[in-house]
């Protein structure tokens, strides 16, 4: 009787086990991609130029669309500080209003970079 019940147990543990293992990881929320590698090396200097840094962000951007995917926080902000050091400040602002209309909760932060950028050098 007591094999029994033992046998019971195993074979119920065993297919929760099977079960467990079979079920799919859900999708992640954003595409990544190389991002965070490519802010790493940013700021530590890596020697890549901003052109180089710009061209692996927009593949980036371009596979994550093609995927239906969604770019994480900071992405087309990062896009936008590269288009400033460009000097390509119509697109850098376009990269802000993204940003900004993306992820709403970084409008303060937007804002106000939006603002030094149409204010007057003095």
């Not at 297919?15 to 490519?38: I, K, M, S, T």
């Not at 602002?93 to 030094?116: G, H």
Request: hydrophobic share 45%; net charge neutral; proline share 7%.
């Amino acid at each position: 009787m007591g094999i029994d019940i033992f046998l019971r147990l195993a074979g119920v543990a065993l297919l929760a086990v099977a079960l467990v293992g079979c079920a799919q990881r859900p999708p992640a929320l954003y595409q990544w991609g190389g991002f965070q590698r490519q802010l790493y090396e940013h700021f530590k200097g890596d020697g890549s130029s901003p052109e180089e840094q710009l061209c692996v962000l927009e593949a980036q951007a371009k596979q994550a669309e093609g995927r239906g995917a969604a770019l994480p926080p900071g992405f087309h902000g990062h896009l936008a500080m590269i288009q400033f050091r460009l000097g390509r400040f119509d697109e850098a602002k376009r990269q802000l209003e993204t940003e900004k209309a993306k992820f709403p909760e970084s409008a303060p932060y937007m804002d106000f970079l939006l603002n030094r950028m149409a204010a007057p050098k003095s």
